[in-house]
């Protein structure tokens, strides 16, 4: 069954203080992963899609990277702002038109 | 442009109630989705559409039905809402050969 697992469920991290988030995924083929951020009464926005083991992908203080069985969001030196929900999503081979997703982790970044 | 959109933004409904969720694009991607998401489950698929005048189910497709007539829009329907429908509700779009999905800022419904 494929299954998307986010870890942990909420960090708080003082501005500066780096820090990764983990999405660990079971699926039978993996198409693509994708990262999003979400904030409160809002819909999630795209951040970055990963296709193959060893991909790296970086915007401003975020960096994703991609293995075989899971996928890391940086976030180094995080800025309050950056406080909000990050999502992971995986797309399977056998079926491009569904995407899993991660129950998210809730990033509260302090000043 | 506008993206996506949704209406309404916020509902409440009694048991047993009917009511549709309207999404449009301005896009033009060919598919389109309908998620709730419920805390600590994330977001979960309820139907699909590849196209105009298609829809396929998807993990939580009980109790909804949808319709997508034009290519720029897919409706959720409601037929008897119950209050575990009770969520927010998340419409999305892409491309095809399921590029990067483009999200709604959604709907949140209440069924008492």
């Known amino acids: 069954e494929d299954q998307v697992t986010q870890s942990p469920e909420a960090l708080r991290l003082q501005e500066g203080e780096s820090s990764s988030l983990n999405c660990s995924y079971t699926v039978s083929g993996l198409r693509g992963l994708f990262w999003y951020r979400q904030d409160p009464g809002k819909g999630p926005e795209f951040l970055f899609t990963l296709y193959s083991a060893g991909e790296e992908k970086e915007k401003e203080r975020l960096k994703a990277t991609l293995t075989k069985k899971e996928s890391f969001l940086h976030i180094t030196a995080p800025k309050p702002e950056d406080s909000a929900t990050y999502l992971c999503?995986?797309?399977?081979?056998?079926?491009?038109?569904?995407?899993?997703f991660g129950s998210g982790t809730k990033l509260n970044v302090k000043p | 442009n506008a993206g996506v959109t949704q209406t309404p933004k916020f509902r409440v409904l009694k048991t047993g109630q009917s009511m549709t969720l309207l999404c449009a694009q301005d896009m033009n991607h060919e598919y389109m989705y309908w998620y709730r998401q419920d805390p600590g489950m994330g977001l979960r698929l309820i139907h699909y559409?590849?196209?105009?005048?298609?829809?396929a189910k998807g993990e939580v497709p009980d109790g909804y039905n949808v319709s997508r007539l034009k290519k720029q829009n897919f409706l959720l329907g409601l037929e008897s809402a119950a209050p575990s429908q009770t969520s927010v509700y998340f419409c999305a779009s892409n491309r095809r050969d399921g590029e990067t999905q483009y999200f709604g800022p959604g709907t949140r419904l209440l069924v008492l």
């Open positions: 999503a995986v797309q399977a081979m056998d079926n491009f038109n569904k995407f899993y």
């Open positions: 559409s590849v196209g105009e005048g298609t829809t």
